[in-house]
């Protein structure tokens, strides 16, 4: 410790912060004032730490050599603008540094404007590591809430942009919202007549071509809204960059929009799945019932993809052509077209790690074997996408606020 404050004195006096503090030389040089040594002080905005106000400067009355301690008093103003502020007061050197940015402890006064008066609600002495660890946890407190404040917040308006987007997509054309089934319908029809009747691939335990038709739908089930999801990602802020440019918009919603419309399509085409399953089986398996437990992570991993897909594409645009590449791999390398069992062991303990591999295998378990997810596999699923979501909308957060620059 290169300093120290022996006894101080800071209060508010109007809209003005007052401090007065002894400083003492506990380095091994002499503090002189013509080589620019002073006290300075700093206003950032504590919701975003960028720095408001770079402030004046007050030299020291004398050189003080080590050992030796002299008084301050240091006359703050205040912004009037509501809001949240944090206060460094700290010794600094000019064209040199600031020396709280050195570990040299310093003063944090954290104050609060609210319809024109100042608050003070805490006033500390500290270095800047206790500061970093304190803005560590902060921010990650604030990265697990505020994707879920966010949704919660604007539940409304995501439901009405889902429906505008469902209804418009085929507005106009003669099969209005029947095309949002069909269209499912018709992929996963290619996909059975290639897979099924061409090349004649079988799943699950029995051979025939109905079992193969459920085990291959089943797999369908969560790779749907997801590729649907994230093949739009891309390009979802440059269609709606009416909205980034001209409106105060939560343009974070703009991907979960295209996860919750990928998830109608799938509660459609599950409805049409369970029908099928009854109609060949003549019952439905209750461990249905675990769908939640696989759904939650689905939604939560596609949402992390499209928040960072989306923020993305908004810099380096090749992302709406990469997508598409890397979709179709994805899709090969997840066994939903054929048996994992074809794939030598060591190729399946990679594949493994593939969150949709274990989606596939879930819905699978639940629907068609009667059986609960393998809780090994599910409680790793929901540990990645958990901090997928998270990482993605901080991402998506951080890189926005760039976006009316680049669009």
């Known amino acids: 410790m290169s300093v120290l404050y022996p006894s101080s004195e800071i209060r508010l006096e109007g809209g003005r912060l007052s ?34 106000v770079d402030g004046e400067r007050i030299p020291l009355g004398s050189d003080l050599r080590p050992g030796e301690r002299v008084r301050v008093a240091v006359s703050i103003e205040i912004p009037q603008e509501p809001g949240r502020y944090w206060i460094y007061i700290s010794p600094m050197r000019e064209g040199v540094c600031w020396y709280y940015e050195a570990g040299w402890r310093f003063f944090v006064v954290e104050a609060v404007v609210e319809n024109g ?24 407190l604030r990265a697990c809430v505020l ?16 429906v505008r987007d469902i209804s418009g997509r085929y507005s106009g054309s003669f099969g209005g ?13 290619t996909y059975f007549f290639v897979f099924g009747i061409v090349l004649q691939a079988r799943l699950g335990s029995d ?11 089943a797999g369908m089930l969560p790779w749907l809204p997801f590729s649907e999801a994230v093949a739009r990602a891309p390009v979802v802020i440059l269609e709606h960059r009416s909205f980034v440019k001209k409106l105060v918009f939560p ?3 703009l991907p979960v929009n295209l996860v919750v419309a990928g998830l109608v399509t799938e509660a459609l085409a599950l409805v049409l799945f369970l029908v099928f399953v009854f109609i060949s089986r003549g019952s439905i398996s209750p461990t ?6 696989l759904a939650i992570p689905q939604i939560l991993f596609t949402m992390g993809v499209c928040w960072f897909a989306a923020a993305l594409s908004v810099y380096v645009r090749d992302v709406v052509q990469v997508s598409g590449l890397v979709l179709t791999l994805w899709f090969f390398l997840t066994p939903i077209c054929y048996p994992e069992t074809s794939l030598p062991p060591e190729v399946r303990l990679i594949l493994a790690k593939n969150p949709l591999y274990v989606l596939v295998k879930g819905y699978r378990a639940i629907l068609l074997e009667g059986q609960a997810p393998v809780l090994n596999s599910l409680w790793k699923l929901w540990l990645l996408s958990l901090a997928t979501a998270i990482i993605g909308h901080a991402w998506f957060h951080k890189l926005k606020k760039s976006f009316p620059d680049v669009i």
């Open 177 to 189: 919202l029947f095309w949002t089934v069909l269209n499912p319908a018709m992929l996963m029809l």
């Open 147 to 162: 994707p879920w404040r966010s949704i919660w917040e604007n539940r409304r308006l995501i439901r009405s942009m889902v």
């Open 288 to 293: 249905l019932v675990w769908l939640p437990a």
């Open 251 to 253: 343009v974070e919603t």
């Open 117 to 140: 008066q100042v608050r003070l609600e805490r006033v500390r002495q500290t270095n800047i590591r206790v500061v970093n660890w304190r803005r560590f946890l902060r921010s990650s």
């Open 19 to 52: 401090a007065s503090f002894e400083i003492e030389n506990r380095s091994d040089e002499t503090w002189r004032r013509l080589e620019g040594f002073a006290i300075g002080h700093q206003i950032l905005d504590a919701d975003t730490e960028l720095l408001v």
């Open 207 to 217: 051979a025939s071509r109905s079992s193969f038709v459920l085990y291959f739908l």
